[in-house]
């Protein structure tokens, strides 16, 4: 029993280092996840520019996605997008981002992006957009390249990374955003 407590606070502390050194809050620590094959997800609002960090243990969400939804898919879209408008990520409750992490990965796995991006593809991102003439879109896309199993990528590149994604979109799907 202290073994694993020891193990517990060493991925804990693990985690905060990666997270603070690149630029992420800590309170999000998961240390199961700290020592496994880790997938991140990168959620970002574009109208105000809120950004978050989710982090599931590679076995955790292929077995959460293998799970079949509870909603359909377009409730699934509507529940996640007002939770990303809402930054629901706020809350301090560990349920409330359980919730959202589910959402999460039931709508990465309903799309197109989830059967073209390979499973080394550690990064994933889904931006909420709003526009006056189609209301609220979802837009998953992986990053380019593969990345730190374990780390996420620095926000500051994250940002950049987001940017660039906004802009092409703006210029080739202008009605995709306010």
């Known amino acids: 029993m202290i073994d694993n407590e020891i193990s517990d606070a060493a991925r804990a502390s693990t985690l905060r280092v990666l997270l603070s050194a690149t630029h992420w809050n800590h309170r999000l620590e998961n240390?199961?996840?700290?020592?496994?094959?880790?997938?991140?997800?990168?959620?970002?609002?574009?109208?105000?520019?809120?950004?978050?960090?989710?982090?599931?243990?590679?076995?955790?969400?292929?077995?959460?996605?293998?799970?079949?939804?509870?909603?359909?898919?377009?409730?699934?879209?509507?529940?996640?997008?007002?939770?990303?408008?809402?930054?629901?990520?706020?809350?301090?409750?560990?349920?409330?981002?359980?919730?959202?992490?589910?959402?999460?990965?039931?709508?990465?796995?309903?799309?197109?992006?989830?059967?073209?991006?390979?499973?080394?593809a550690r990064?994933?991102?889904?931006?909420r957009y709003h526009s006056e003439e189609e209301g609220a879109l979802l837009r998953p896309f992986a990053s380019p390249f593969g990345g730190d199993v374990n780390c996420p990528i620095p926000a500051e590149q994250v940002l950049d990374m987001l940017h660039t994604v906004v802009e092409t979109d703006r210029a080739n799907h202008p009605e995709w955003i306010g």
């Not at 990064?123 to 931006?127: E, P, Y």
Request: net charge negative.
């Open 31 to 120: 240390p199961q996840a700290a020592s496994q094959d880790t997938y991140f997800w990168y959620l970002y609002d574009q109208k105000s520019a809120w950004v978050q960090l989710l982090q599931f243990a590679r076995d955790e969400a292929d077995r959460i996605m293998a799970t079949p939804a509870a909603e359909n898919r377009e409730a699934i879209c509507s529940c996640l997008g007002q939770i990303i408008q809402m930054h629901g990520n706020d809350s301090d409750g560990v349920a409330q981002m359980q919730l959202l992490g589910t959402l999460v990965l039931w709508y990465w796995q309903g799309t197109q992006t989830h059967l073209v991006t390979p499973k080394e």
């Open 123 to 127: 990064h994933r991102f889904i931006v």
